[in-house]
């Protein structure tokens, strides 16, 4: 519930760079753990990216990615981030524990009396499921009801949603179906749901061609209501005939005043502000447009800001009519609840609809294929700062068919797309980053998501005179792998990684249930076979088979001939930086919006103004109770009274504390090598990242670091370095350490052990060029953070202004580090010698079997054997090393900060550390800053304010409470919304269902699922914070039992927040400089990009 809240609402629009919109998702992560997992789990999002992009259509990336990101931390563009071997942060691998589920099995009788009819059914021993599709006979709507033993329950309903222009009415009319429906006639039953109820995931997604609405639960009972709202929601919502729900959510003009100007305001319209303010959103979509300029994919379906004030609404309400029709869905359910009832409540919906004829109209027409290449040049939003004549992308684009691909060409397409790009040492990413050309990769690689697949490969930050080098290089690239064909340990690499990624389905804290539907959908929305996606077994093998005989060369040459050399549907984007698009684009608006105004009798305004002041009403009324009650929930005796308990054993090797948790893991061995970082000098933190970057990526005496790759990824699944660091609570402190994250095949321990050591032991600093390149790419990522995640930056500068852990991460991932990598990049040319010897230090401080610990997560057996390899391991470790532990004593001034980025829309941000003025923490605090999040700050930050999205989070670790908007249209007016939280609260009332739902809601994050390998994280990070069980049960217990009193006493530590907290935005310099005006020199400016 610490950093982690930070993200909640982030959402569609970090995904947006690839295409796809989420709603916010405002699941917190799992509580009592702080930033730290979460800094891990950021850190490896990349890197899971990487992983996941290995098969294509097997795994769904880009999903992934988006999720990941959502609750990606403040850290998330550490530089470690980019080691290919990902571990999931919170996830291991088993498929279902049990082998074949003794489940319900759905006669044909009881198809029939619900109105089905089985199509197909088979046992899918990839995932262990008995899977059938059902079709309904009067709708022709189909379901999937995939049934097996994970508890972790999913349910989605898939449309097909084509837009023919980018007024954004899929993405709108996503947002709005959750606005209120027949059974549910509240304003967001969305929003009563992330109150209460237990889900492991609650969102919904607009891609360019569909919108998905997924639900997860463990809890059955929790799981059937979720899914009954999200029906309700989708056939029946209210927002067809709610006019006003279509402004909020779409667009309308406001204005407060006949005597101001007006505005547009909605919450898609400021949120796809934020996307095109984006270089890699912009990117992105120039791609995706000029790829298929012909058929659905040639338009946004989330909305372009310029063309989203053209949507009417009756425009709106037959987009619903035409396609939220059964015909022309998809249904997915699965896990380990009966079959049978899936079938029941479904027949309740499906069974008022007849036949509709959406199924042809909904058909995405193919691209045909260009005969002939072709550029495009595109400019995108730059700051003025900075040499601009290097800011250019370029990047290669090829649809690779002009239909869907079968499942082995697309396997063998997500084999070479990981040989040629995913790990550092893989030739084209390898070639492009040492050229020197640009500092980061832009195109992922294949995107096969849509209905023909591509493939994007690129470089950013590239000056003018090497666009034309880039291009070249890439084709040069190509045919000369062609031609010579890839390594044999290469290969083998990628085969090892690719085969434990797919059996491990480490899925994170997505569930697996969804990542499999995600799978399925990639094909049936196609009206192809929904089941082959999910059979990855024959294909591998066969494909395995044939690179055994004939060779890769004759399995990848051809392909590379035949879908990059020989294909002629090539696009060239460039995308040209310009700095006063930014500002033009907001001239436009302003002049748009001005005839608007003058076209405008005085009467006409008065209206308008009337209109705006109703609107606002109504966001602000609270729903009425009965309309609340509408909302099934839980009550408080279907939740656990205990926490749940990870099995943990702590024990000493070789005099070294080793935690053990025996949890089954399907074979896999992941362990966690814990080193004290406290003996590090305070100058030295800010190389920390790179430092973990060149321990992957550097290599040692005897091998390259090509070689070390490959090794690594023969041997293991992977293994990752990353900072960690949080406030102690009750300390002065930090809690401060490096982790070496790695997992292997329970049979390679020896092997894992060997490599870590050789990871931190024997790697070499010595390779100036490849630490150079290290620089600016973490330059270049940290430049895209400030830009994508503002809210992440303001609230790591706050923190550094109110506690030294804050102070730590800031200078390893905040604006800090941005400004210690600027000054870095020359330093490397003119004091390599110098930077090369502070590495050495670094490890010097660090390595030492005194300040060492080590977690495993396996089955006991499994423990049992390891142990010798961490002995052996621990053997080879310095000990006696220096024990003075450094005094980090350093902080930001707490002064009020705005840092200048070219954007259209802000982040702000205002922080204080309640426990400075004596609050003492209880478990209520987690229910009552959830409960501001979810009412106070999103009815006024997000509905009438017209942000993306405004949350509250509190670290119960340094007791910092922070407020956080994102995307967010104002800028002082939101500071003046966190002020009022305080009477707010005072002046609150709250029935007891609510109450209820409240502390429902927070015990649902509390208890976030987590596979085996993330229970037995999370357990070493309570240890390392000093969080005992005791302490856990205490919680609980004032969780449970929270007040409305509690609310109310909470509301003396918030006016701490009014009254000494530090303010921190990024914000556009127009904002700020009125900002500035208004309240005499309020903000102290930065300049930062
Ligand atoms: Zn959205």
Not at 1055 to 1060: F, I, L, N, R, S
Request: aromatic share 8%.
């Amino acid at each position: 519930m610490e950093r982690t809240a930070l993200l909640r609402s982030l959402s569609c629009s970090s995904l947006a760079c690839n295409k796809y919109y989420f709603r916010s998702s405002h699941k917190l992560s799992q509580s009592l753990i702080s930033r730290a997992s979460s800094s891990s789990s950021s850190s490896l999002s990349a890197a899971r990216r990487n992983q996941l992009r290995l098969i294509p259509n097997l795994i769904r990336r880009s999903l992934h990615r988006g999720h990941t990101r959502l609750r990606a931390p403040l850290s998330s563009s550490l530089p470690f981030n980019k080691h290919f071997s990902a571990l999931a942060t919170r996830a291991v691998a088993s498929p279902p524990t049990q082998p074949s589920p003794d489940v319900a099995e759905v006669s044909d009788e009881v198809a029939e009396k619900y109105g089905f009819e089985k199509v197909s059914e088979e046992f899918i021993k990839e995932c262990k499921s008995k899977a059938v599709l059902f079709k309904h006979k009067k709708t022709g709507a189909e379901v999937m009801s995939v049934s097996n033993d994970d508890e972790n329950k999913v349910f989605g309903i898939v449309i097909r949603t084509p837009p023919k222009d980018s007024t954004g009415i899929p993405h709108i009319l996503e947002h709005s179906v959750l606005c209120g429906s027949r059974k549910y006639p509240l304003k967001e039953p969305f929003v009563e749901l992330l109150k209460g109820s237990l889900n492991t995931f609650l969102n919904a997604f607009t891609y360019p061609d569909r919108t998905c609405y997924p639900v997860a639960s463990t809890n059955t009972k929790d799981f059937y209501n979720l899914v009954d709202v999200y029906l309700d929601a989708v056939f029946f919502p209210k927002c067809v005939e709610d006019f006003q729900t279509f402004q909020q959510e779409g667009w309308h003009f406001e204005l407060d005043n006949p005597s101001e100007e007006i505005t547009y305001k909605g919450v898609v319209f400021n949120e796809m502000k934020g996307v095109y303010s984006q270089p890699d959103s912009v990117l992105g979509r120039t791609i995706q447009q000029a790829l298929s300029p012909d058929n659905t994919y040639g338009v946004d379906s989330g909305g372009d800001p310029k063309v989203i004030p053209k949507l009417t609404f009756e425009e709106f309400k037959e987009f619903h009519r035409k396609y939220y029709h059964p015909s022309n869905a998809r249904i997915w359910f699965y896990g380990d609840d009966d079959p049978k009832e899936r079938l029941r409540i479904l027949s309740e919906y499906l069974d008022m609809f007849e036949a509709s004829s959406a199924p042809s109209e909904s058909i995405v027409a193919p691209q045909k294929l260009f005969s002939e290449p072709v550029r495009v040049v595109e400019k995108y939003p730059a700051s003025e700062g900075g040499d601009l004549k290097k800011k250019n992308m370029v990047c290669l684009n090829w649809l690779l068919s002009d239909k869907p691909l079968d499942l082995e060409t697309e396997l063998a397409l997500g084999f070479l797309d990981h040989l040629l790009l995913g790990t550092p040492a893989s030739p084209l990413r390898k070639i492009l980053l040492e050229s020197g050309l640009g500092d980061a990769i832009v195109g992922g690689g294949i995107e096969d998501e849509l209905l023909q697949p591509q493939f994007s490969i690129g470089l950013k930050n590239v000056s003018e005179e090497n666009i034309q080098k880039v291009e070249e290089l890439i084709m040069y690239t190509m045919k000369k792998l062609a031609e010579e064909g890839f390594d044999t340990d290469a290969v083998e690499a990628s085969m090892n990684t690719i085969e434990f990624s797919l059996r491990e389905n480490n899925t994170g804290s997505f569930p697996r249930g969804l990542s499999l539907m995600l799978r399925s959908i990639g094909k049936w929305i196609y009206d192809m076979d929904p089941f082959e996606p999910l059979k990855y077994e024959k294909p591998l093998m066969d494909l395995k088979a044939r690179i055994a005989e004939e060779g890769s060369k004759a399995v990848f040459s051809p392909l590379i001939e035949k879908y990059i050399l020989n294909n002629s549907h090539r696009v060239t984007v460039e995308m040209q930086p310009d700095p006063e698009k930014a500002s033009r684009d907001e001239a436009a608006e302003k002049e748009i919006l001005a005839k608007v105004k003058s076209s405008m009798t005085d009467e006409d305004l008065a209206e308008l103004a009337r209109a705006t002041q109703e609107l606002r009403l109504k966001q602000e009324t609270p729903d009425p109770p009965e309309a609340l009650r509408s909302v099934p929930s839980l009550s408080l005796n279907d939740i656990p009274k205990e926490p749940t308990r990870v099995p943990t054993e702590v024990g000493d090797i070789n005099g070294v504390t080793v935690l053990q948790h025996d949890l089954f893991t399907n074979d896999v061995l992941y362990t966690e090598v814990v080193l004290d970082l406290s003996p590090l000098k305070q100058e030295l933190l800010p190389l920390l990242p790179l430092f973990c970057q060149s321990l992957l990526e550097m290599g040692t005496k005897d091998l390259s670091f090509v070689q070390l790759n490959q090794l690594i990824g023969r041997k293991t699944g992977g293994i990752s370095v990353y900072p960690f660091t949080s406030s102690v609570q009750g300390k002065e402190d930090p809690c401060s350490h490096l982790i070496v994250r790695g997992k292997a095949m329970a049979g390679r321990a020896d092997d894992l052990f060997n490599l870590m050591n050789c990871v931190l032991q024997e790697v070499q600093f010595t390779d100036q060029q490849r630490f150079k390149q290290f620089v600016s790419q973490s330059k270049a990522r940290m430049e895209n953070r400030l830009r994508g995640s503002g809210h992440g930056i303001a609230a790591a500068r706050m923190d550094a202004k109110l506690n030294i852990a804050g102070w730590i991460s800031e200078q390893m991932g905040g604006v800090s580090y941005l400004e210690f990598l600027q000054a870095l990049e020359e330093k490397v040319d003119q004091d390599w010698a110098g930077i090369s010897s502070s590495l050495e230090e670094i490890r010097r401080s660090l390595l030492s079997r005194d300040r060492c610990l080590i977690n495993m997560t396996a089955d006991g057996n499994n423990l049992k054997n390891a142990e010798k390899f961490v002995g052996k391991f621990l053997d080879m470790l310095p000990s006696n090393s220096p024990v003075e532990t450094a005094k980090w004593k350093a902080r930001l001034p707490p002064t009020n900060e705005a840092i200048v980025i070219p954007t259209q829309v802000n982040y702000v941000g205002k922080a204080a550390n309640i426990y400075d003025t004596g609050y003492q923490l209880k478990g209520s605090a987690y229910v009552i800053s959830k409960h501001i999040s979810n009412t106070w700050l999103w009815d006024r930050i997000r509905v009438s304010g017209g942000a993306y999205g405004g949350f509250c989070d509190f670290d119960s670790h340094s007791g910092v409470f922070s407020f956080l908007s994102y995307r967010d249209p104002n800028l002082m007016k939101s500071l003046d919304v966190y002020d009022g939280t305080a009477d707010f609260l005072r002046e609150l009332e709250m029935d007891d269902d609510t109450l209820t739902k409240a502390i429902i809601g927070t015990i649902g994050d509390v208890d976030s699922y987590q596979l085996p390998d993330a229970k037995g994280y999370s357990s070493l990070l309570r240890h390392l914070l000093g969080i005992t069980e005791e302490e856990r049960q205490k919680r609980r217990e004032e969780i449970l039992s929270t007040s409305l009193k509690d609310f109310k006493e909470f509301a003396g530590a918030i006016e701490a927040v009014k009254d000494k907290g530090v303010v921190v935005a990024v914000a556009s310099p127009d904002d700020i400089d009125a900002a500035n005006k208004e309240r005499s020199n309020f903000f102290e400016v930065k300049k930062a990009l």
